[in-house]
Structures are given as structure tokens and as C-alpha cells.
């Protein structure tokens, strides 16, 4: 079964080319550019995995977390950080989240990560119709 | 003496790390959209090599969104380098509006982040100052900083630049904030060690809801 995934970014350009990768790879990918936006897709929908960035307009990533935790604790989060600092991995960690990667993302480190959640092997490049 | 040389010297540390965390946390937000860019060109020889051919217009939009994020990134340089170049002169003659709008190129992600504008209205004629540069970028980032915390989201915080009698002045506002919160309005950081080394003076006007910068034509006057 296809893995669903909610990618959270405000950088647009970010966004667009992490959803065709990750299509790519045979995923179904929904993106909001701030934390309202995915709180609204989350009550909509289930996903797999939420990937989301630190630094958003409005509520951040950290603050995104731990409130979506309080409601689905099961929910695997992934954390995009482009700070250098190993201070708010810990930080988001602590708070429960699944992972941190840092900006740029190893991607293949990252489908790796998604395959593990749902205990699939590694996806194969396919063109999308 | 000696302990007003050191708040110098912390506020201007201070400045220069918070815009070097800034404009390098936004730097890796380039690499990280260039480096799916390459890994995208991957994935489509890794399809071309599986019989899938490759669409040359694909190549030249993907081409071209390095090069738009190429051009992002050497403008964030650029700035970076205007901020550490512009502690060679201590003393210079700067445009006004040309130093706000660095200034405010720099604080725009900050800006963003709280949903918040920053609108500059340029004067009619180029005003001039002689003044220390490195300071004044300082001070007007002191102000950018504190009008983007204090206004609501969604709202701009307008900068007017205007020639005075005795010299020149910054404008931030109107906002409400200030109007409301009278007491709020004052910039977190040591700003009078800087309005001192600019001899100038920061105004708050509760009616008019805005925050002023005033400063000499020359400070060595």
C-alpha cells in the first residue's frame, strides 16, 4: 500500500521538488506551507509520516509538534532543521518527535526512514502517469 | 570608558551573529532546494538508464531553478558582505535609503516568519548622513527588529525616510502597538550606547503611533 505523507514547508521551490521525489517513489504526498494548514489536513486525513520544517510563519515547527503529538501520540513526525546546532534536535526529540534531518536532506536517508515506518523495502523509481 | 567600549563591542558581536545565523540558517535553504534539484537530475538518469528518455524542457526548468536559487544565495552573500565591509570606515557618508533597504533585505525572513511586511518609502531626493555606517545598521535593525515583534500578523510596518533641518530621520510606523502600549515600544537592546556613538535620538510618538530615528547631518559636528 502506498505510504501517505504530509510535508510541511513554506519554501514553495522546497516543497514542489520534495513532493515529485517523493511521488517518484510511488508515495502519496499532500503539502501545507504553515502548521494551520497541516492541523486542518490532519483532522482531514491519516498519514504515515508529517515532515516538517522548524522555521514556519505563524506556529513553528517545535511548537507544531508537540501539539499535534497531544492529540495523535502515534503520529510519526520527521523534523527538517537547516540549524546547525544539535540543541533543537535534542529539543525536538525530547518532544517526541520520530526524527531530526538537517537541511540540505540525505534523501535516500529519508526514504529510508518513511520504508521504515511502514516496514516496506526501498522504493523504486517509477514515472508518474 | 572602557566598559562602554565593551557594550559596543557586545551589541555590534550581537548584530553581526544574529544577521550571520539568519542569512547562513536561510543559505542551507538554498543548498537544500539545489541539492533536491541534483537529486531529481538523479532520479532521471536512473529512469533514462531503465529505458525512460529524459524530456529535454524538463532539464531547462530544473536548470533554470538552480540558477534562480544561485542568484538567491549570492545576493544573501552580498548583504553579508556589505555588513562585514561596513566596519572598514568609521566614518563615511551613507545613503540612507540604500542602508534602510539592506537592513530590511536582511530582516525579511524574520519579517515573513511573523507574517508581517516591511514597506520602505524612499525620499524624493537621496538623503544623506555622515555618520558611523556599522552603527547605524545596527540601530536601524534595533528598530526593524522591535516593530516586527510588536505589530499584529498580517500587518506592514511602513519605514519613511525624510530629510529634517538639522539632518535626517527614520520613520517606523504608524502601529497600533505603540499607540496602545506606550511602554512597549522600546528596543530590547543596549540602544543607547548606539544613539550615543550616532549622536542621534529616538523618538516614540504616541499619537502618530510611530517610532523615529533623528539623526545630525554629520556626527563629528
Known amino acids: 500500500m502506498s505510504k501517505k505523507i504530509l510535508i510541511v514547508d513554506d519554501d514553495e521551490d522546497l516543497l514542489e521538488i520534495m513532493v515529485e521525489r517523493m511521488r517518484m517513489r510511488g508515495m502519496t504526498v499532500v503539502s501545507a506551507k504553515t502548521a494551520s494548514e497541516a492541523f486542518i489536513l490532519i483532522e482531514q486525513e491519516t498519514f504515515?509520516?508529517?515532515?516538517?520544517?522548524?522555521?514556519?510563519?505563524?506556529?513553528?515547527?517545535?511548537?507544531?509538534?508537540?501539539?499535534?503529538?497531544?492529540?495523535?501520540?502515534?503520529?510519526?513526525?520527521?523534523?527538517?532543521?537547516?540549524?546547525?546546532?544539535?540543541?533543537?534536535?535534542?529539543?525536538?526529540?525530547?518532544?517526541?518527535?520520530?526524527?531530526?534531518?538537517?537541511?540540505?536532506?540525505?534523501?535516500?536517508?529519508?526514504?529510508?526512514?518513511?520504508?521504515?515506518?511502514?516496514?516496506?523495502?526501498?522504493?523504486?523509481?517509477?514515472?508518474?502517469? | 570608558m572602557t566598559e562602554t567600549k565593551n557594550n559596543h563591542s557586545k551589541t555590534g558581536v550581537r548584530f553581526f551573529g544574529e544577521i550571520t545565523a539568519l542569512l547562513s540558517h536561510e543559505l542551507k535553504n538554498v543548498l537544500a532546494i539545489i541539492n533536491e534539484n541534483a537529486g531529481l537530475l538523479e532520479d532521471f538518469s536512473v529512469m533514462a538508464v531503465g529505458g525512460n528518455p529524459i524530456d529535454p524542457e524538463r532539464l531547462g526548468m530544473i536548470a533554470g531553478k538552480i540558477r534562480r536559487q544561485v542568484r538567491r544565495a549570492d545576493e544573501m552573500i552580498k548583504r553579508l558582505n556589505l555588513v562585514g565591509h561596513s566596519v572598514d570606515r568609521p566614518l563615511d557618508t551613507v545613503n540612507l535609503a540604500g542602508l534602510v533597504e539592506i537592513v530590511c533585505t536582511m530582516a525579511a525572513r524574520k519579517a515573513t516568519l511573523k507574517a508581517v511586511s516591511l514597506a520602505i518609502t524612499p525620499p524624493s531626493d537621496p538623503v544623506t548622513v555622515k555618520t558611523d555606517p556599522f552603527a547605524l545598521q545596527q540601530l536601524i535593525w534595533v528598530c526593524i527588529d522591535r516593530a516586527i515583534r510588536i505589530v499584529e500578523a498580517s500587518n506592514t510596518v511602513e519605514i519613511a525616510i525624510k530629510s529634517t533641518t538639522n539632518g535626517a530621520t527614520i520613520v517606523f510606523g504608524p502601529m497600533e502597538a505603540i499607540r496602545n502600549k506606550p511602554a512597549d515600544t522600546g528596543p530590547e537592546w543596549p540602544q543607547k550606547e548606539l544613539l550615543g556613538m550616532l549622536n542621534a535620538d529616538l523618538v516614540t510618538d504616541r499619537n502618530q503611533g510611530t517610532l523615529a530615528v533623528q539623526l545630525p547631518v554629520d556626527i563629528t559636528e
Open chain 1, 48 to 129: 504515515d509520516v508529517m515532515i516538517i520544517d522548524f522555521m514556519l510563519p505563524g506556529i513553528d515547527g517545535l511548537q507544531a509538534i508537540k501539539m499535534i503529538l497531544e492529540k495523535q501520540p502515534d503520529m510519526r513526525i520527521i523534523l527538517l532543521t537547516a540549524y546547525a546546532t544539535i540543541e533543537k534536535e535534542s529539543e525536538a526529540l525530547a518532544m517526541g518527535a520520530w526524527d531530526v534531518e538537517e537541511k540540505p536532506v540525505d534523501f535516500d536517508r529519508l526514504t529510508r526512514l518513511i520504508n521504515a515506518q511502514t516496514g516496506e523495502a526501498g522504493t523504486k523509481l517509477k514515472i508518474e502517469d
